[in-house]
């Protein structure tokens, strides 16, 4: 019944958590942020994130732009760590923005659930990151040729969870609302956005996060599962 499947790409094909901890794995060291008084990386790792969290939300709510999110979330960080240093915050902040989508970690079984669903439906991702990155981590994860359309929230002026989106999205690739489902594993930004259009959807849940949602279309917690499923 499906012809069209819309894929979200961080957290879900791209392995975000992984690849985003690599870099700032490697910016610790590079900036030897020991020698500022930050001893434990993996708590600068766990603050950067809890800023990064809050600054996203905001920009998802459209309340913060871009370049805000992205010069802030070290600045603020640094500053809890008492490093007051408007140069090395912004390093840091176009260092990650040029290392990241140059990591390559995906889930697994991406490959081989892309390749047996390429031959069966049409495949396209649905992304709230930006646009310069996105295209990059897909080229560079070599996965970009599985799908026909990649559409960004930069692209449309509207970001998930929002219908236009979702609207524009099928409109751009002729995909009516009923042969079409959303695989992502965001419950608000892809679950709850893709049925509000009427569009069936897969939870990529893979910590197997508790929830209170009953009438999700599909869940699984590992990509493997979706062969059994398309
Ligand atoms: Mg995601």
């Given at each position: 019944m499906y012809k069209h499947i819309f894929f979200d790409l961080d957290r879900t094909l791209w392995d975000f958590e992984k690849n985003s901890d690599e870099v700032l794995n490697e910016l610790y060291e590079k900036y030897n942020l020991f020698s500022y008084g930050i001893d434990d990386c993996n708590k600068f790792i766990k603050?950067?994130?809890?800023?990064?969290?809050?600054?996203?939300?905001?920009?998802?709510?459209?309340?913060?732009?871009?370049?805000?999110?992205?010069?802030?979330?070290?600045?603020?960080?640094?500053?809890?760590?008492?490093?007051?240093?408007?140069?090395?915050?912004?390093?840091?902040?176009?260092?990650?923005?040029?290392l990241c989508p140059k990591k390559t970690n995906l889930f697994p079984y991406v490959h081989s659930t892309l390749n047996y669903l390429q031959?069966?439906?049409n495949l396209h991702i649905i992304t709230n990151g930006f646009e310069e990155v996105?295209?990059?981590?897909?080229?560079?994860?070599?996965?970009?040729?599985?799908?026909?359309?990649?559409?960004?929230?930069?692209?449309?002026?509207?970001?998930?969870?929002?219908s236009e989106i979702f609207i524009f999205s099928m409109q751009k690739t002729f995909a009516k609302n009923s042969e079409s489902i959303m695989i992502g594993d965001d419950l608000y930004a892809d679950i709850y956005g893709a049925k509000e259009v009427g569009m069936d959807q897969v939870y990529f849940n893979p910590l197997k996060h508790k929830h209170t949602i009953s009438n999700i279309t599909f869940e699984i917690n590992c990509l493997s599962q979706l062969e059994g499923i398309l």
């Open positions: 603050r950067y994130k809890f800023h990064n969290e809050k600054l996203w939300s905001l920009y998802r709510q459209n309340k913060i732009e871009k370049e805000k999110l992205r010069d802030e979330r070290f600045k603020i960080t640094l500053e809890e760590f008492s490093v007051n240093c408007d140069v090395l915050a912004s390093n840091l902040g176009s260092d990650y923005i040029l031959n069966r439906y996105q295209y990059q981590k897909l080229e560079n994860s070599n996965i970009i040729d599985y799908f026909n359309q990649i559409i960004t929230s930069e692209q449309v002026g509207f970001k998930k969870p929002s």
